[in-house]
């Protein structure tokens, strides 16, 4: 049998990189909204988590499973419900978040179904972000934000700090935050101050339940 | 879970012994039961009897590379090959061989025909020794249950403790979904394409249909109708012609045969043939009774229409694959009305529940069930990755 291709490592965004060092290897791991599957696809052969995908669209389901990776269409919003509680070690949101309508609900279903939520979305706070609307006054683009306004799936544009208010009000215990400069630079943070929150581009938490 | 709890309703008595009509066919022919019966869902016993199958490529040295492959319900074991009463290419020849999608050169592909078929498998055209006639509807009913523990004899007499693969459409996705339930420890990876947990109430009722069309025709003199070689041939082509539309869809009937007609100018106000899509289903038809046993596909559609999963766990999927070590990939077609995409979402959903490793594709494309049987280049790719990364899981070694 041929081996697998995994020479992906170039096209791997910057968050599932970060994402795939905090995964323990071996464990089981939920990729909702898995996309092309590189990052699933990295978590299972460089990693060997029994890793798992639900992905909107087809093409993107269609070329996970030819990859060899257990990934079904469906959706976030409706689907996670199928799942028993604690299936997974890990359940992974990547860049997801802000397509999402019922925030709540979904962020309770991955930990529920999960022991650990990893969440990676884009800072609308970051400070390019803040100049583009305050001083040209259009609807922000950036690399993590690349869709022009009305073509964007996202329709949720939330800073970190909100981010980090919601997680306070909903009970939930933040394990990890790695902030994410316009230099693609990566740091630990114990919290969310106003400086980090204007210098973030994006920004990966691992939650829990408290 | 139960495994192999063929406790069935009822009566037990003796064991209903067949002996094979059909004894002239290549490939290989084995006789189950005779040392222990087997003991039906209905009840009675079966054995001695025997099953014809076939297999391509070599099984390797620690017997980890077999793939069975279960057929659809007009299907045979002649998966790879021209087919021998009809001369026609295998009905899987464009997936199954050597340099292909299921590639004869790194698996050893086994398909047994199913019981209550006509291939060389106990049937109801074999001879019931208690009489010596043939059985006619005499047969003990079978289930999808019954087809597939046969088949699990087959594999445990080739010395194979675990299938690599386990795949089949149609009817041959019920046999691959009851392998996973009822064996999952002799499964690896399971491919149910174009397939459904339960048989729906239209598709009872299509299936009833080709059924009354078969008792209707007074050749089928409540199935004994062998002695006089003369076989209910105008119901069982009705039967498949009706069965045949459910197989096509709307549109792919209308790119295909349009209003057009059949060697003709114009319509000839009468009731010959005059659109090609008449003509096509009369072929159809006609070449179908040919292969086929009429008093067999009465048995075979009967059981699919008994086969649902869930029954034995309260109308509730999910325990049907409790704690499965299966790996899963369900495959439907867009345009496939028989068994929708909504039936193998349904077993999604019961795979999810229970935390199984599955992946599921629903392809794009017009040709409707028979989808899984023509070239449709997405599904191949589909499946041989999913193949790859389950052998690259398994460590398979290749068997060349």
């Not at chain 1, 022991?115 to 993590?144: D, K």
């Not at chain 1, 934000?145 to 329709?155: A, D, F, K, Q, R």
């Not at chain 2, 002799?186 to 239209?202: E, L």
């Not at chain 2, 999604?348 to 629903?362: T, Y």
């Amino acid at each position: 049998m041929t081996p697998t291709e995994t020479n992906n490592a170039a096209r791997i965004r910057i968050d599932q990189q970060l994402i795939a060092e905090m995964i323990t290897p071996g464990s089981r791991v939920l990729d909702v909204g898995c996309g092309d599957g590189i990052l699933l696809d990295l978590l299972v052969h460089d990693r060997q988590v029994d890793g798992r995908g639900i992905e909107l669209s087809q093409e993107g389901v269609n070329g996970c499973v030819s990859r060899g990776l257990a990934v079904v269409q469906g959706d976030a919003q409706t689907d996670l419900h199928n799942y028993p509680d604690n299936a997974f070690d890990y359940v992974i949101l990547s860049q997801t978040l802000p397509a999402i309508f019922d925030v709540k609900g979904v962020l309770g279903e991955m930990l529920r179904i999960g022991r650990c939520a990893v969440v990676s979305f884009p800072n609308f706070g970051y400070w390019r972000i803040r100049s583009v609307l305050a001083f040209r006054g259009r609807s922000p683009n950036s690399e993590s934000l690349p869709y022009t306004w009305y073509e964007s799936p996202n329709i949720r544009f939330f800073t970190l700090t909100d981010f980090t208010d919601l997680l306070a009000e909903l009970g939930l215990k933040t394990e990890r935050i790695v902030t994410i400069d316009g230099h693609g630079k990566a740091n630990t943070r114990g919290r969310i101050g106003h400086w980090s929150n204007l210098l973030t581009e994006q920004a990966v938490f691992v939650i829990t339940r408290k | 879970m139960t495994t192999n709890s063929h406790d069935g309703v009822g009566h037990t008595g003796e064991s209903i012994a067949v002996e094979p009509t059909v004894t002239d066919l290549p490939g290989h022919r084995l006789v189950l039961g005779a040392d222990v019966p087997m003991r039906l869902v209905s009840g009675q016993l079966l054995g001695p009897f025997t099953v014809s199958y076939q297999t391509y490529g070599v099984l390797n040295a620690d017997k980890s590379n077999a793939i069975l492959v279960c057929h659809a319900l007009t299907g045979d074991q002649y998966v790879a090959e021209s087919h021998p009463v009809t001369g026609r290419p295998g009905w899987w020849e464009r997936l199954v061989g050597p340099g292909l999608t299921i590639n004869t050169d790194d698996y050893f592909v086994i398909c047994v025909n199913v019981l209550a078929g006509c291939m060389g498998s106990a049937g109801p055209k074999d001879i019931d020794p208690r009489t010596g006639k043939q059985f006619g509807l005499n047969f003990p009913l079978i289930t999808i249950t019954d087809m597939v523990a046969a088949q699990r004899l087959v594999v445990e007499h080739l010395g194979i403790t675990q299938l690599f693969a386990v795949i089949g459409g149609s009817m041959g996705a019920m046999q691959t979904l009851e392998w996973a339930s009822r064996y999952p420890e002799m499964v690896y990876c399971a491919i149910p394409i174009a397939g459904a947990a339960r048989h729906s109430a239209q598709n009872i009722a299509f299936h009833e249909v080709g059924r009354q069309a078969i008792m209707a025709d007074p050749k089928w003199a409540g199935g004994d109708y062998y002695d006089d070689n003369d076989a209910p041939e105008r119901g069982l082509a009705v039967a498949r012609m009706a069965a045949h539309i459910t197989y096509l869809s709307d549109s792919a009937l209308h790119t295909k045969f349009g209003r057009n007609l059949q060697d003709r100018q114009a319509i000839t106000f009468g009731f010959d043939a005059d659109f090609q899509i008449e003509s096509y289903l009369r072929h159809q038809g006609r070449s179908f009774v040919e292969r086929f046993d009429a008093n067999s596909y009465l048995y075979i559609t009967r059981a699919m229409d008994y086969f649902d999963l869930a029954a034995e766990y309260n109308d509730n999927l999910p325990p049907a694959f409790e704690d499965s070590p299966v790996r899963f990939c369900l495959i439907s077609f867009t345009s496939d009305w028989l068994f929708p995409t909504s039936e193998s979402r349904r077993i999604v959903h019961a795979l999810n529940a229970v935390a199984a490793s599955v992946s599921f594709v629903e392809i794009e494309t017009e040709s409707g069930h028979d989808a899984f049987l023509l070239e449709e280049p997405e599904f191949f790719r589909i499946l041989s990755g999913f193949l790859r990364g389950a052998a690259d899981q398994r460590k398979l070694a290749s068997a060349s």
